[in-house]
């Protein structure tokens, strides 16, 4: 079985328990964010170059959109997570993010309550379709 399908499925996994907590309380522990974007890294650094420069980039671009206000904590550390292990999840999350976040803001204004990690795991589950499906 391919390395990157078995990383998806238990990455959905993850992403499924952290959309429910996020869906039910809007926060996320710590301890399912932390040990997976440290996890993430990691991979990274196992990838090589090319992986390390994405997370990199991610991690900066985020941060700084948490600085802002823009994100959340846990929505930092989760797509990090996924730009190391599977970035076109990564791709895949922020796009779903767009368009929900987009519907909300039409549908409820600006300042509406979004919670960002169920659209990352839609996203992703997404991402399994069109990158394995096909």
Not at 13 to 33: H, I, M, P
Not at 84 to 108: E, N, R, S, T, Y
Request: charged share 10%; net charge positive; aromatic share 8%.
């Amino acid at each position: 079985m391919n390395e990157q399908l078995i990383i998806s499925a238990i990455v959905l996994v993850w992403l499924a328990v952290c959309a429910v907590r996020d869906w039910k309380s809007g926060e996320v522990s710590n301890w399912l964010t932390i040990p997976a974007m440290v996890l993430g890294m990691a991979y990274a650094v196992y990838m090589g170059r090319e992986r390390l420069i994405l997370v990199a980039a991610a991690l900066a671009g985020l941060t700084l959109l948490y600085v802002l206000g823009s994100l959340g904590g846990a929505d930092v550390k989760v797509l990090v997570a996924l730009a190391g292990l599977w970035p076109a999840a990564m791709l895949a999350a922020l796009l779903v993010q767009g368009i929900w976040g987009g519907v909300v803001l039409i549908k409820h204004g600006k300042g509406a309550e979004f919670r960002a990690i169920p659209a990352y795991a839609l996203g992703a589950a997404l991402s399994i379709v069109l990158f394995f499906g096909g």
